[in-house]
């Protein structure tokens, strides 16, 4: 079977890695695109790049989708069947200030052109929009449906549902073939570094105090990556799909403190904790409901917390011996 081609934005990041990877692997080409923002540690990216370009299905391209002419962009989506955009400035509690700009830049401009390349290209089958549960905002002890009126916390949960609307304005004006897929805390090996579970590693392993960022008690679904790329496959796939947004989470939510406690479990150490004040835009409560992403794409979520943070850990302990953190 001859299988699509498949351009992935953000391919050297966290989940555009193990996306790229994952389509290698069952056939698919991919154009990986990405602009190797200064967010965190080139060292990261450049080795999952460097992993990338082993395969032969795999041709990367360095762009700022943001700052690339739509012109130039309906060349690179013509060669591709499929677009997963995967491509962002991540993090919600960086998104105040100045900085705003960047997640404007990247999260929504970029967004904007990709969109219209793929009305231009007259090409895309599938036009797959990583999104967040950042968008639903402060819903507490609630289980987070897609049909539940989105009122984002923090900046960044703002860009993230502006990117969400152009999809649908798109999609309802030209029939860009859009499916928004909402990701819950993403975890799993190659997580970011500024992301809770890398850090409270990392300072596991060197003996030091974690931060704690409120009292500990908000609750996170967090979902490993492998599941996520499980169920964005499945969005490039299923039929039926194209127009719907879709929570991708484990629906297994924990308290940050009992996270915390399990890592600490794992390590067979005890952590060394410090509470500081909760962070503005962090929500209390995070926890999906996936009875539509059963339903529409067949998928759910496999892996255990305690076997998904124990992959993160192999991998960060791999990553500390090879210099890359
Ligand atoms: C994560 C990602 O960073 C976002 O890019 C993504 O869009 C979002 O998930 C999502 O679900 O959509 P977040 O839930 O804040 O955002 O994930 P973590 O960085 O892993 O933080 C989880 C919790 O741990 C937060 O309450 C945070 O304040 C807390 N935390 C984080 C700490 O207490 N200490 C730290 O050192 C880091």
């Not at 499980?230 to 799909?241: H, L, P, Q």
């Amino acid at each position: 079977m001859v299988r699509a081609k498949v351009l992935v934005t953000g391919c050297v990041g966290f989940i555009g890695s193990h996306l790229a990877e994952t389509l290698l692997s069952k056939g698919y080409s991919v154009i990986g695109v990405d602009c190797l923002t200064p967010y965190y540690s080139q060292k990261i990216k450049q080795y999952n790049l460097n992993s990338l370009l082993k395969s032969d299905g795999f041709k990367f391209v360095r762009l700022d989708l943001s700052a690339s002419s739509i012109d130039h962009l309906v060349q690179l989506v013509r060669k591709a069947d499929v677009v997963v955009h995967e491509a962002a400035q991540p993090g919600v509690r960086s998104s105040w200030g100045v900085d705003f700009e960047i997640y404007i830049r990247h999260n929504v401009l970029a967004t904007q052109k990709l969109l219209e390349a793929g009305v231009r290209s007259e090409s895309v089958k599938r036009f797959v929009y990583a999104s967040s549960s950042s968008v639903y905002g402060n819903v507490r002890e609630v289980q987070l449906r897609e049909d539940m009126t989105p009122r984002p916390y923090s900046p960044y949960g703002v860009t993230k549902l502006a990117a969400e609307n152009l999809c649908k304005v798109y999609h309802d004006n030209f029939g860009v073939p859009v499916v928004v897929l909402r990701y819950f805390t993403v975890y799993g090996p190659r997580q970011r570094p500024d992301m809770a579970f890398h850090r409270f590693i990392k300072a596991m392993f060197r003996g030091e105090s974690i931060h704690i960022y409120g009292d500990g008690g908000q609750i996170r679904d967090f979902t490993y990556v492998g599941d996520v790329v499980d169920a964005t496959i499945k969005a490039i796939e299923s039929d039926d799909v194209v127009g719907e947004v879709i929570n991708i989470g484990s629906s297994r939510p924990i308290k940050l403190i009992d996270a915390v406690n399990l890592i600490a479990n794992i390590l067979g150490v005890k952590p060394k904790i410090m509470f500081e004040d909760e962070r503005k835009g962090d929500v209390r409560v995070t926890y999906a409901d996936i009875s539509k992403a059963r339903r529409l794409l067949g998928w759910k979520p496999k892996t255990e917390l305690r076997e998904g943070l124990e992959k993160e850990i192999e991998w960060l302990r791999e990553a500390m011996e090879l210099g890359l953190i």
